[in-house]
């Protein structure tokens, strides 16, 4: 048995794409990756149609186990799709340190 690829026990919490662990990096080209430095999808930001940053691509998207969007609803009590709309509207920016939407100051 030694030697053999384990399937992880909760394979709920892999990404649904690339199969990563939370608290690892996405796979470069993972479908579900969030840009770090602005959170819209990341493959956007690497073909240059979103952030001049993102197409760097020198820091790793960091999977939580979960979407972004339903960390924020959960955080902030929201319905999931009210998050959509705030994002929109600018009241939620992406916090680049933690990887995750956070209420923009003064928006509350
Ligand atoms: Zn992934
Ligand atoms: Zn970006």
Redesign the pocket.
């Known amino acids: 048995m030694t030697g053999e690829a384990k399937v992880p026990d909760d394979i709920s919490s892999l ?1 649904g ?2 199969a ?1 662990a939370p608290g690892q990096g ?2 470069l080209r ?1 479908d ?2 969030r840009c770090p430095y602005c959170g819209t999808q990341r493959y956007d930001c690497l073909e240059g149609i979103g952030c001049e940053e993102g197409r760097k691509a020198d820091r790793p998207a960091i ?1 939580k186990g979960r979407w972004d969007t339903d960390i924020a609803t959960e955080r902030y009590g929201l319905a999931k799709s009210e998050i959509y709309r705030l994002i929109e509207a600018g009241l939620f920016v992406w916090d680049r340190d933690d990887q995750g939407w956070k209420l923009r100051e003064g928006a509350e």
Do not use: F
Request: aromatic share 10%; with cysteine.
């Open positions: 990404c794409d690339c990563v996405h796979d993972c579900v990756a999977w």
